[in-house]
């Protein structure tokens, strides 16, 4: 009841469909319901715990395509003779540091819709182990690219998304 009160407070598209779903279904409809409400989403998945778990593995989601776009761009130019090797070792310094911070802002707003403190030193102690699964995921990509040149990239980008996919998905279940 208290769900329904606020969704009919908030102005939420859809709140009359929502009114005549169970808990039960509503919480495997949260993917529609967080879907026509993209504009506020984090904020529902933040006042509705029945949302939480749908909105954790929407932004794993995205954040992995994200990754693994710049893991697969970054790689293209090792293909390229003599001036590929100077590019990639440019590509690799940035590429890690984009992917460890996205990774790093997925894990954040997995903590603030469960309700937690945002602010990156007060998850620390949790997120530490973060930075370095991330360089070994990394390390393994880079290695299989220079092992398989054509598929490389292709790889590269697969253990960009899953690696990321495996840090949302431990820090929702953590949380």
Same mark, same amino acid.
């Given at each position: 009841?208290?769900?329904? /009160?606020?969704?009919?407070?908030?102005? @939420?598209?859809?709140?009359?469909?929502?009114?005549?779903? =169970?808990?039960?279904?509503?919480?495997?409809?949260?993917?529609?319901?967080?879907? @026509?409400?993209?504009?506020?989403?984090?904020?529902?998945?933040?006042?509705?715990?029945?949302?939480?778990?749908?909105?954790?593995?929407?932004?794993?989601?995205?954040?992995?395509? /994200?990754?693994?776009?710049?893991?697969?761009? =970054? =790689?293209?130019?090792? %293909?390229?003779?003599?001036?590929?090797?100077?590019?990639?070792?440019?590509?690799?310094?940035?590429?890690?540091?984009?992917?460890?911070? %996205? /990774?790093?802002?997925?894990?954040?707003?997995?903590?603030? *819709?469960?309700?937690?403190?945002?602010?990156?030193?007060?998850?620390?102690?949790?997120?530490?182990?973060?930075?370095?699964?991330?360089?070994?995921?990394?390390? @393994?990509?880079?290695?299989?690219?220079?092992?398989?040149?054509?598929?490389?990239? =292709?790889?590269?980008?697969?253990?960009?998304?899953?690696?990321?996919? *495996? *840090?949302?998905?431990?820090?929702?279940?953590?949380?």
């Amino acid at each position: 009841e208290k769900i329904y /009160q606020m969704l009919d407070e908030m102005y @939420i598209s859809g709140s009359e469909w929502i009114r005549t779903l =169970s808990p039960k279904t509503l919480e495997k409809k949260a993917d529609v319901i967080l879907k @026509i409400n993209q504009d506020i989403d984090l904020a529902l998945a933040y006042r509705f715990p029945v949302f939480r778990k749908t909105m954790a593995k929407n932004l794993t989601h995205n954040t992995g395509v /994200q990754n693994m776009i710049v893991a697969l761009t =970054s =790689s293209l130019p090792t %293909n390229l003779p003599i001036i590929g090797i100077i590019i990639s070792l440019l590509a690799v310094a940035g590429e890690t540091t984009v992917l460890t911070l %996205n /990774q790093l802002k997925l894990c954040l707003q997995i903590a603030g *819709i469960y309700g937690l403190e945002t602010n990156l030193f007060d998850r620390i102690k949790e997120l530490w182990p973060l930075v370095g699964t991330a360089f070994g995921f990394r390390t @393994i990509a880079r290695t299989l690219v220079g092992m398989v040149p054509l598929a490389g990239p =292709s790889i590269k980008g697969m253990i960009a998304y899953g690696g990321t996919h *495996i *840090i949302g998905e431990t820090v929702r279940w953590y949380y």
